[in-house]
């Protein structure tokens, strides 16, 4: 039965990280103005709430997206990182029982029209499906990497018989069609240091196949090829409505962080415009001391000013004392009037970096950066890099800061194009709008309802 305006409700239940929390908190502040009658219930650990609440991040959402709460179920997000396995494990074993408690209670109150739940909640498809309601399955990270995934059973068994030069030359395209950026060579690395993350997208992706729909953080123009086999791919309506970015200060601490902003604006402020490399590797990847004393020695001295997010404490005083005055190193920032990123490249620093129009640095723990470097032409990936031509993380900050340097400039034009492309998609009539409208059709019309 199709819902009247008045009962159009959303329960959103995101993975319990900043990375993923997010996106998704973007993605309900973009359905909720694409459907003035629609309201989003967001479900969030009580630390979660209490996170976001002191953050001052609850003020500045619609007055129709509210939050629901379960109890601490799972590791505190202080120093997860250090036993992310265990954190996953918690995620997966004991949170999926209060969701399912609270969301009852929420179906007595107010039955929702849908649930969109994190597609990395692997109990989270069934805990809508065993009550009728449709599940609307929220990807945060590149479609590229979703439709991979996909058709996780079609990549080929790579051995030792080819070398890693030879697995270089070979795409997975001749076996997933759509993925000439994805190397062999790459797929040996995940299925030797990602057994246990790939067994689990293994068990997401296939959960998926029962949602109702998938909505991506992502936005058409930025992957329109992956984006273009989903939809021609899969048996389930796909919706595109990113760049969905916002931001979190990472301790939490709106009134410091407001002051220390101020600081680290006159510092921007006062170096030559676009000469500074912003750097962050993100909220969960832990980076040993030895890789950032080395990072931190290359770009002091590669010459380049940088700004760069540190949030561990004795972490981030030794990079400050190796930076001397090349760089300010801080415990939490957003990008500001920056010249590049040097980056970890997560997904929502790559949709952050879109968005700003700037070129990238890629020290890529995942695939995303190949996405950068192959698929968008906006960045050096820096393991590409040291492959091909030597060199480190100084002599890619020299090269994609140097104004007269041509493929610096040409990662630029780039970039600045795909900005525009970002703020067409989200306008009237963009890409993303449209995908977004679709949505809120489709549920209002009951085209989402559960067979």
Avoid at 78 to 98: C, L, Q, S, T, Y
Avoid at 229 to 256: C, E, H, M
Avoid at 361 to 388: K, S, Y
Avoid at 404 to 417: T, W
Wanted: glycine share 10%.
């Amino acid at each position: 039965m199709a819902s009247t305006a008045a009962s159009r409700h959303l329960v959103a239940v995101p993975f319990p990280g900043r990375g993923h929390i997010n996106p998704m908190l973007a993605v309900c502040s973009l359905l909720v103005a694409a459907d003035g009658e629609l309201t989003v219930t967001v479900v969030v650990t009580e630390e979660w709430h209490s996170l976001l609440a002191s953050a001052g991040v609850l003020a500045t959402l619609p007055a129709s997206v509210s939050f629901a709460t379960i109890p601490n179920v799972v590791p505190s997000e202080h120093g997860r990182g250090d036993d992310h396995a265990g954190f996953i494990e918690a995620v997966h074993a004991k949170m999926g029982e209060p969701v399912e408690r609270l969301l009852d209670r929420l179906v007595l109150e107010r039955r929702p029209d849908a649930v969109v739940v994190d597609t990395y909640l692997t109990w989270g498809v069934d805990v809508g499906a065993r009550r009728g309601i449709p599940v609307c399955s929220l990807w945060t990270m590149a479609a590229t990497f979703f439709w991979a995934l996909y058709h996780i059973d079609l990549w080929p068994p790579v051995d030792g018989r080819e070398s890693d030069q030879e697995l270089e030359c070979k795409s997975l395209e001749q076996y997933v069609p759509g993925l000439s950026s994805v190397r062999l060579s790459d797929i040996k690395f995940y299925r030797s240091y990602w057994e246990q993350p790939l067994k689990l997208a293994a068990m997401v992706l296939d959960n998926v196949r029962k949602a109702q729909c998938v909505l991506f953080t992502s936005f058409y123009e930025l992957e329109h090829r992956a984006l273009d086999r989903i939809t021609q791919g899969v048996p389930f309506p796909v919706y595109p409505v990113g760049p969905s970015v916002s931001g979190i200060p990472s301790n939490g601490d709106p009134g410091n962080g407001k002051i220390r902003d101020e600081e680290h604006r006159a510092w921007l402020d006062a170096q030559p415009e676009s000469s500074v490399l912003y750097v962050s590797f993100g909220s969960v990847v832990s980076v040993a001391p030895s890789q950032l004393e080395e990072v931190a020695m290359a770009l002091r001295d590669s010459g380049v000013g940088f700004f760069w997010v540190v949030r561990d404490d004795k972490a981030r005083a030794g990079v400050q004392q190796i930076a001397g005055g090349k760089g300010l190193v801080v415990p939490w920032a957003g990008p500001g009037s920056v010249g590049g990123f040097l980056s970890h490249c997560g997904w929502n620093s790559v949709l952050e970096a879109v968005v700003a129009g700037v070129p990238l640095i890629a020290f890529p723990f995942g695939w995303d950066g190949r996405i950068v470097a192959d698929e968008t032409g906006i960045g050096i990936n820096l393991w590409e890099q040291r492959r091909r031509e030597g060199g480190g993380s100084g002599r890619a900050a020299t090269k994609l800061m140097d104004p007269n340097d041509g493929e610096s400039q040409e990662m630029r034009r780039r970039a600045s194009r795909l900005r525009e492309a970002c703020r067409g998609a989200v306008q009237e009539c963009g890409s993303s709008r449209r995908s977004s409208n679709s949505f809120v059709k489709d549920l209002a019309g009951g085209r989402l309802n559960c067979q």
